[in-house]
């Protein structure tokens, strides 16, 4: 039997390439056993895919009640479109399927991608977790069957090129204009773009692959991406992140509270109510508390620090959308 408390929070890993969510999730659980906690929920805030890396929200205990909230936020994706080759995953594990001379223009790349920002339509990867019939896109697809999926409408809030510093062989010619001529300059020498490195703030459903071949095709060429990392899910930035090396030191003994945040941390924009004893009792037991003076709205109940529950206020009267066992 552990003596220790059993964790509720979020934990956000740094994911590697080569690593799924569902493994990600395994390595957490397995690194808070060998650390001897206490066995408790343990789930994922939105999938990235394994050649995918960044903020990957895991959810700890009562925590796991909020991960549907954080599939539904907004994240921000750094991501390469290497030009030339479309593949039939659209990124660098796939068969490359088309090939094409042809290379845009690095002031076209700039100007694209105000086309591409705000409410788009978008065609999602036939190589995706999507169903089709009840099965996965990507067993379809692998198995050789011809895959349509539904175009979806999704909202790209921001779109431009990646500024600062990185890796040098990721860096897009975006990145480092010195010396450059003005590609606006009509007399000035026309600079093509073999790759470009872009930064995309998206809503949820939003696929960067689909992305990535729709901005190549806009731009008379094909394309597909290289590198693609998640810098921000929900309210989590990679800030906070920790690394695989850290999350097994958790394992070895070192203490978990050095990199858990709370519960409320992944409820960013909602605010607190705090209640009195009577109303907590209530709210804990579903019952309805009324002649609350709030404006209407969803809040964060809480008695003194504990969290009791997510509840909506409606006309003073506050019903719980979902309680915590705390």
């Not at 990600?24 to 895919?49: C, F, M």
């Not at 409410?119 to 036939?126: A, C, G, L, R, T």
């Not at 939003?206 to 990392?229: C, E, N, P, Q, W």
Request: charged share 25%.
């Amino acid at each position: 039997m552990s003596d220790r408390d059993a964790p509720h929070g979020w934990l956000i890993l740094d994911k590697p390439r080569g690593l799924g969510s569902t493994q990600a999730v395994g390595a957490v659980k397995r690194n808070l056993r060998e650390g001897g906690y206490p066995k408790v929920k343990v789930g994922h805030g939105g999938t990235l895919d394994p050649l995918a890396e960044g903020v990957l929200p895991i959810a700890l205990g009562e925590a796991t009640k909020l991960s549907g909230r954080m599939l539904d936020a907004d994240k921000v994706y750094e991501f390469t479109i290497q030009f030339g080759e479309e593949t039939d995953t659209l990124d660098a594990e796939g068969e490359v399927v088309a090939t094409t001379d042809r290379r845009p223009p690095l002031a076209a790349v700039a100007a694209i991608c105000e086309h591409f920002t705000g409410e788009i339509d978008q065609v999602p990867p036939k190589y995706s977790a999507l169903k089709v019939d009840g099965k996965r896109a990507y067993d379809l697809a692998r198995a050789g069957e011809d895959v349509e999926l539904e175009t979806r409408r999704v909202t790209i809030h921001s779109l431009g090129p990646l500024h600062g510093e990185g890796p040098s062989d990721l860096r897009s010619t975006f990145q480092t204009t010195a010396g450059r001529p003005d590609p606006y300059d009509p007399q000035a020498p026309l600079e093509l773009a073999d790759a470009v490195t872009l930064v995309a703030r998206v809503s949820k459903g939003t696929y960067i692959r689909s992305l990535a071949r729709d901005i190549a095709h806009a731009l008379g060429t094909l394309g597909h991406v290289t590198y693609l990392r998640r810098t921000k899910a929900g309210p989590f930035t990679e800030d906070q992140a920790i690394s695989l090396d850290k999350l097994n030191e958790i394992g070895k003994g070192a203490p978990l509270q050095d990199h858990l945040l709370s519960l409320e941390a992944g409820l960013d924009g909602i605010p607190a109510l705090a209640l009195d004893q009577t109303s907590a009792q209530a709210a804990r037991q579903g019952r309805v508390v009324s002649d609350l003076p709030h404006p209407d709205g969803l809040y964060f109940a809480k008695l003194d620090d504990v969290p009791v529950a997510l509840v909506e206020l409606d006309g003073g009267t506050m019903k719980v959308v979902r309680g915590f066992n705390l």
